[in-house]
């Protein structure tokens, strides 16, 4: 993506065109951007590296993990909002192996190092409106269903009191 991005500012200023000021405002904003985020993707394949290979510091290892988690819940900020769907598809990615691991093989406190990605998050908001929605139905169903059958037995109850024969 950063050599598209390069590749396209070379194109622009070889055209020349000394009106515009896009590659003075943007040049450094948007590198300065995609270089963090590299680096952040960078030092989260780097600390689940260690975190994994590292067999003389046990002491250590947690302190990765740790690390981890951190960069990783101030980058996923940015994709909960919806924005830079690249980056973020390579942060799940990382969550993924990241979250395998843990399952796997936790050598540090659960609640220092947890599990990052939750695998169905939609699920919940999906299940709630549907269990209210059932619920309410059932109740008013309930409510409906006992008062006919309570006005079925009333009825049959006159009916039989009264004497009356059908032919």
Not at 100 to 107: H, R, S, T, V
Not at 113 to 134: C, D, E, F, M, R
């Amino acid at each position: 993506m950063m050599d598209v991005y390069k590749a396209l500012l070379l194109l622009y200023k070889e055209k020349k065109d000394h009106l515009s000021n896009i590659p003075d405002t943007f040049d450094d904003r948007i590198e300065n951007n995609l270089d963090e985020k590299l680096i952040a993707l960078y030092s989260l394949y780097d600390k689940l590296n260690k975190f994994k290979t590292c067999k003389n510091c046990e002491n250590y290892k947690c302190q990765y993990a740790e690390k981890c988690v951190d960069i990783f819940n101030k980058n996923n900020v940015e994709c909960k909002s919806g924005s830079n769907t690249d980056f973020c598809k390579e942060l799940h990615r990382f969550a993924e192996q990241f979250d395998d691991y843990i399952l796997q093989k936790n050598p540090c406190d659960i609640e220092k190092v947890y599990v990052l990605l939750n695998k169905n998050p939609h699920i919940s908001v999906i299940l709630l409106p549907i269990i209210i929605t059932l619920t309410i139905t059932f109740f008013l169903l309930y409510k409906v269903i006992t008062n006919v059958i309570l006005k079925c037995a009333y009825i049959i109850f006159l009916w039989d009191s009264s004497n009356i024969k059908l032919l």
